[in-house]
């Protein structure tokens, strides 16, 4: 496992410690030549799945409808300079 998601998963907050544990997951799928591009499609899927069984259909297209606007505003890109 890498240093941070050592640090994430051993986090007293649910939310790091499960974005640690998501990470070492990661490391491990790729180690184990799995892509990334594999790895992403499964964690979407796994992560649809999950909330489609808690909160149903209609609350996920909800949720998804969101993410375009997230997207494009580049809340994921990584690395991004905000000025």
Do not use: C
Not at 11 to 17: A, I, R, V, Y
Not at 21 to 48: C, K, P, R
Request: charged fraction near 25%.
């Amino acid at each position: 496992m890498n240093p941070e998601a050592r640090e994430l998963a051993e986090s007293d907050d649910h939310s790091f410690k499960a974005l640690g544990l998501i990470l070492a997951a990661w490391d491990e799928g790729t180690e184990n030549g799995v892509t990334s591009e594999q790895m992403a499609y499964a964690a979407l899927f796994a992560a649809l799945t999950d909330l489609v069984s808690l909160y149903g259909e209609d609350a996920v297209v909800e949720l998804a409808r969101g993410l375009e606007r997230r997207l494009m505003q580049g809340e994921f890109t990584l690395g991004r300079v905000v000025q």
